[in-house]
């Protein structure tokens, strides 16, 4: 006795220790995936030549991206070097900086004498579908320069940094290439790239597969109890039914999904919910013709 219960005992810390191992196992890969992640969905680059001694710097940090409105969220931050900044970093003269922003700050003054503040507004995605999640990507054309009103002429060096960090998304930036336009020291013109982070995409796919194991599991359920002379209970009916109003919500903790009838909705929720929709009918008349009057 004592030789055997020694033995189930052992196996038991066997056991214990392997799915601890598995654990420690899952959790760091997890921890890892989102490290690999979270340095894939940043961009911080510089573009232009920063050895110039007069020039203007300007950061353009990614706050937001909206892929259903279509949308980069970005801020300006101006910053002039050399002749162009005083001891104090105030603009020596007067300048014009342009940034393509849509929200009625496209062109903005910048004042001499004055510390210049940054702007913010929003740029329009002009390649992309939306509908394609979560395997959609998307790009924006970014062109930024400045100008002085009192002389057209004068060429004025600027250097970008840009920065992006946007949790779901991977983003990166470069040079617009040189057949569509050509970068100068004195104009920008950059293209941003967006698409969705590998967390995001993983978590999706996640989803799609538990919607389709749901519908598969009610559906069979269904189809067994149709095929074989089992009893029929109450709690079938309320399954059904009540997976009927869950699948959705299921579909909408999917990160940044779009309204309905995007590419994951057709590979998965539109049949999930199909066989869970059929489930219930067929339930209902199966319950119907077994139906024996009590003797």
Partial sequence: MEGTARKLLGKRIILILLFLALFIGAFSSALYFYQND??????????????????LDIEVNLLAIDPIKGEL???????????????EFYLTKDLKLFTGIESGKSEVTLEKNHILDSVTGTISIVKGRVSDYPFDSHVSDLY????????DKEEIP?????????SGYNVDADYIPKNE?????????????????IITKSFSIFLMLAMWLI???????????LWQP???????????????????????LQPGVPPLGGLSDF???????????LSLPILFFTWLVRYKRPS
Wanted: proline content about 5%; cysteine-free; glycine content about 6%.
């Fill in 230 to 252: 089992r009893p029929i209970e109450f709690g079938m009916f309320t399954l059904i039914a009540g997976m009927l109003f869950a699948l959705p919500a299921v579909r909408n």
């Fill in 144 to 151: 930024v320069f400045f100008t002085n009103p009192k002389d």
């Fill in 38 to 55: 979270r340095t894939q969905r940043s961009a911080d680059l510089v573009f232009g030549d920063d050895k110039i001694p007069n020039r």
């Fill in 158 to 166: 600027i250097v970008v940094n840009f920065y992006g960090a946007v």
């Fill in 73 to 87: 969220t970005l801020r300006f931050a101006p910053k002039p070097e050399g002749t162009y900044s005083t001891k």
């Fill in 181 to 197: 336009f050509e970068s100068t020291d004195e104009v920008k013109g950059l293209r941003i790239k967006v698409s969705r982070s």
């Fill in 267 to 277: 590979l998965s929720f539109f049949w999930a919910e199909s066989l869970v929709a």
């Fill in 215 to 225: 519908g598969l599991v009610i559906f069979t359920m269904s189809i067994v109890v």
